[in-house]
């Protein structure tokens, strides 16, 4: 199975901050990658897909970048409701696997 | 609008049996599979598998191989999946999602609780 490792695990930042979190796959993956952010409480929502396609309705400060082993996800600019856990996923290879996730706090 | 709308709490004890319903609407169902993720507390989501919509193949993680079947009723959209052998570790929220075969997750159910507890 494919690993996928997120750094940080956790992080703080203030409304319109920059927020920059990383995911490292086990083996090649190409761009099949996606972002999700969790709420408390609530389900997964998707944010990007195919590593830096934006999924439709999602704000534009959300992006995404990368291939092969190597992606990141940034915010450019931290609002109110984006403090939220994040995770990447991949579904270049079953079983699809899923990154152990970014806790974005308030500083 | 395209939703998913998941059973209630199930509170089992380990060896138990559990079924778990998934009710589609707002969309073509047969055009899409549903998945099955699983998610720990404090963890990351799991994926445990799919049932394509279109006909009914599943396909299931190694890790719940066995354990696991995936149904669906096309007059009622509905998909539901069985967990078998319950233990105290299957304690998680259970979400089912709606991909195709590439595992894209672009609409997720409230999520169901299973409890499993001596």
């Known amino acids: 199975d494919i690993q996928m490792t997120q750094s940080p695990s956790s992080l703080s930042a203030s409304v319109g901050d920059r927020v920059t979190i990383t995911c490292q796959a086990s083996?090649?993956?190409?761009?099949?990658l996606n972002w999700y952010v969790q709420r408390p409480g609530k389900a997964p929502e998707l944010l990007i897909y195919?590593?830096?396609s934006l999924e439709a309705g999602v704000p534009s400060r959300f992006s995404g970048s990368g291939s092969g082993t190597d992606f990141t996800f940034t915010i450019s600019s931290l609002q109110p409701e984006d403090f939220a856990t994040y995770y990447c996923?991949?579904?270049?290879?079953?079983?699809?696997?899923f990154g152990g996730g970014t806790k974005v706090e308030i500083k | 609008q395209v939703q998913l709308v998941q059973s209630g709490t199930a509170v089992k004890k380990p060896g138990d049996s559990v079924r778990l319903s998934c009710k589609a609407s707002?969309?073509?169902?047969?055009?899409?599979?549903i998945h099955w993720v699983r998610q720990v507390p404090g963890q990351g989501p799991e994926w445990m598998g799919f049932?394509?919509?279109?006909?009914?193949?599943?396909r299931y993680g190694p890790r719940f191989q066995g354990r696991v079947t995936m149904a669906m009723d096309t007059s009622t959209n509905t998909v539901y999946m069985d967990v078998s052998g319950l233990r105290s570790e299957d304690t998680a929220m259970y979400y089912c999602?709606?991909?195709?075969?590439?595992?894209?997750?672009?609409?997720w159910g409230q999520g169901t609780v299973v409890a499993v507890s001596s």
């Open positions: 999602t709606r991909g195709l075969v590439s595992a894209i997750f672009d609409v």
């Open positions: 707002g969309y073509t169902f047969s055009s899409y599979y």
């Open positions: 049932i394509n919509a279109d006909g009914g193949n599943t």
């Open positions: 083996q090649d993956i190409d761009i099949f």
């Open positions: 195919d590593a830096s």
């Open positions: 996923q991949q579904y270049d290879k079953s079983p699809p696997s």
